[in-house]
């Protein structure tokens, strides 16, 4: 087990980070949490995750930082199975469960500390996944080694971190800085290597995924900050036409915004 204070240390965020306000009671659940797999931001992702996942309603699947709720959604949704999530901040977790309440969907979700977390009963899950995760610790092989440890064998590692390395690195560090210095600008290949470093581990696929758009660099919301109404229409529409002509690019490390892989934990011999 990492030393606390190590461990701490290895933080680029804390609680407060993820804490920030950005959903109150009055939202619409369903409009938050429940989202089109198809759209032009998740496509390539959602039959990349078709293609290699199995569909198993019997199957356990654990999402490390699952707030706000909507990969535990799209996971049950699609894949049938049976969701949990840990969140490391108190406050997201309790918008997590109420969000989940919501949309009737049932999930446990519990307030921990991927690095203290038990799971129930010591079962180990079918399915680790976490999304923009791991890049908010300066050395990721720790964070990497527990999504390792909470997974059964035979069961599938899924992992999906921002590509900062490519187009939306430089426009987040415009935007905002703070931000920014909150993450680890991960490669393809720094994850690949995290995931293999561990013997038991075969790697299933993986590499840059999505075709181009801004999301990871917060574009449209922080631009909704800094211009006008009427300016922030003509930079959202802009930013839409970008993403059309963006689905003619391939998968790279300079237009992807993605990068991730599926790995699966091989059975003892």
């Known amino acids: 087990m990492t030393d606390a204070s ?6 680029l965020t ?23 797999p198809e759209n032009l931001e998740f496509r390539d992702i959602h039959r990349f995750w078709q293609k290699y996942l199995p569909c198993r309603s019997d199957w356990r699947f654990l999402e490390i930082g699952c707030h706000p709720g909507r990969y535990l959604w799209y996971f049950h949704q699609t894949f049938g199975y049976q969701v949990s999530g840990i969140e490391y901040a ?3 977790c309790e918008r997590t469960r109420h969000l989940m309440a919501e949309i009737g969907l049932r999930a446990e979700i519990e307030q921990a500390d991927v690095f203290t977390y038990t799971p129930p009963q010591g079962r180990l899950f079918d399915v680790v ?13 720790p964070i990497i080694e527990r999504h390792v440890d909470l997974l059964a064998p035979g069961g599938y590692l899924v992992v999906l971190v921002p ?48 075709r181009f758009h801004l999301a990871p660099s917060n574009f449209c919301p922080a631009m909704q900050t800094r211009v006008s109404k009427a300016a922030y229409r003509w930079v959202d529409r802009g930013h ?22 599926i790995a699966q934990k091989q059975e003892r011999s």
Do not use: K
Request: proline share 7%; with cysteine.
């Open 6 to 11: 190590t461990e701490s240390s290895n933080r």
């Open 14 to 36: 804390t609680p407060e980070f993820w804490d920030a306000p950005f959903w109150s009671p009055g939202e619409d659940a369903a409009q938050l949490v429940q989202f089109d």
């Open 90 to 92: 108190p406050t997201s």
């Open 129 to 141: 996944c976490s999304v923009g995760l791991i890049e908010h610790f300066v050395d990721v092989g």
């Open 163 to 210: 590509n900062h390395r490519g187009i939306n690195g430089p426009i987040l560090r415009w935007l905002q800085p703070e931000v920014y210095a909150a993450h680890n600008r991960m490669s393809y290949r720094m994850l690949l290597d995290g995931v293999l470093s561990h013997a038991e581990m075969r790697l299933v696929a993986g590499g840059y995924l999505g």
């Open 240 to 261: 839409r036409y970008a993403m059309r002509f963006g689905q003619w690019l391939p998968n790279t490390r300079w237009f992807s915004p993605y990068c991730g892989l």
